[in-house]
């Protein structure tokens, strides 16, 4: 039999664990439905965008690029800063949530996996 794996991406993982952080802790907003990006501190000149919601996508926005430039593209833009302590838990679920279908989980970065489909196969098909 062929070997199937999967490589598992968290979609704008930063942002998205952010964003639950937030509603988790009183925030009222779900900042994957508005103009948001996680950045670095402009003030200290390490102003990336880091990662972007699905709406500053629309407008634009790129990964990587500058807050400023981002601004330009999304003057409404809000920027929230990295939370790597949390990105650390979440990305601890996320891995031991893939590890309950396979046994055989290679992590690749923070919010990224390859995944052995092989023998889950007769299981649960193609």
């Not at 039999?1 to 779900?30: C, P």
């Not at 994957?32 to 996508?57: F, L, M, N, Q, Y």
């Not at 629309?58 to 790597?84: H, T, W």
């Amino acid at each position: 039999m062929e070997r199937i794996i999967f490589h598992v991406d968290v979609n704008n993982a930063f942002l998205s664990w952010t964003a639950l952080y937030l509603l988790e802790h009183g925030y009222d907003i779900d900042i994957r439905t508005i103009p948001s990006v996680i950045g670095g501190d402009e003030k200290e000149r390490h102003g990336i965008v880091v990662a972007k919601s699905p709406v500053a996508k629309k407008m634009g926005v790129k990964s990587a690029e500058p807050i400023f430039q981002a601004k330009k593209k999304c003057p409404d833009l809000k920027v929230y800063p990295a939370n790597r302590e949390w990105y650390q838990i979440e990305s601890k679920k996320f891995k031991d949530y893939l590890k309950q279908y396979s046994p055989d989980v290679e992590e690749f970065s923070i919010d990224e996996c390859f995944i052995e489909y092989t023998p889950n196969k007769k299981m649960y098909g193609d």
